[in-house]
């Protein structure tokens, strides 16, 4: 594989391994870096990249292995839990729906939150994500469902609480 057939056929990949590695990592500079060694190591082992079926699943999982691996190291364990402290204490409005929802995807368990997030916001087939995350298709299902559900009586609640505080106050 040369430069160019690396590049079109697995650098186009870029920016959705890095929303992805974002997704796991939630800081830019951890989510860039994981994606560059992604794709140092891709490019050296670029000959023996025609044997996957399926490059970019190949390509999502490789950076969902290293997201995780960097997860464990101590300072981005850290700053997560700082990042997610600071998340639930802002204060939500309904003007900032948008942001309300990526909070509530952000707080679910991590399987709930990789499959809503390539489902969702990446709209990858299920398949896909059966292939990337290597869970069983029914497992998929059911952690999709599941987190869609918590985000649905997530919203329910804020929003019903919005009604009640706005007009409660007009009165």
């Known amino acids: 594989m040369n430069q160019e057939q690396f590049k079109n056929t697995v650098f186009v990949h870029k920016d959705k391994l890095f929303r992805f590695a974002k997704r796991i990592l939630v800081d830019d500079d951890e989510a860039f870096d994981a994606v560059q060694n992604v794709m140092m190591r891709l490019w050296q082992g670029k000959d023996k990249l025609y044997q996957y079926r399926n490059l ?30 600071i998340i639930s204490t802002t204060e939500n409005s309904v003007g900032n729906t948008k942001e309300i929802i990526l909070e509530m995807i952000n707080s679910l368990p991590e399987k709930q939150r990789l499959v809503m997030h390539l489902r969702d916001v990446e709209d990858y087939d299920i398949d896909e994500i059966v292939e990337v995350l290597e869970m069983g298709e029914s497992a998929v299902r059911v952690n999709l469902m599941r987190a869609r559900q918590k985000v649905k009586e997530q919203l329910t609640k804020l929003f019903d609480y919005e009604s009640v505080r706005i007009y409660s106050n007009k009165k």
């Open 56 to 85: 970019e699943a190949f390509c999502m999982q490789s950076v969902k292995n290293e997201a995780l691996n960097r997860i464990k190291k101590d300072k981005v364990r850290t700053d997560f839990a700082e990042q997610h402290q």
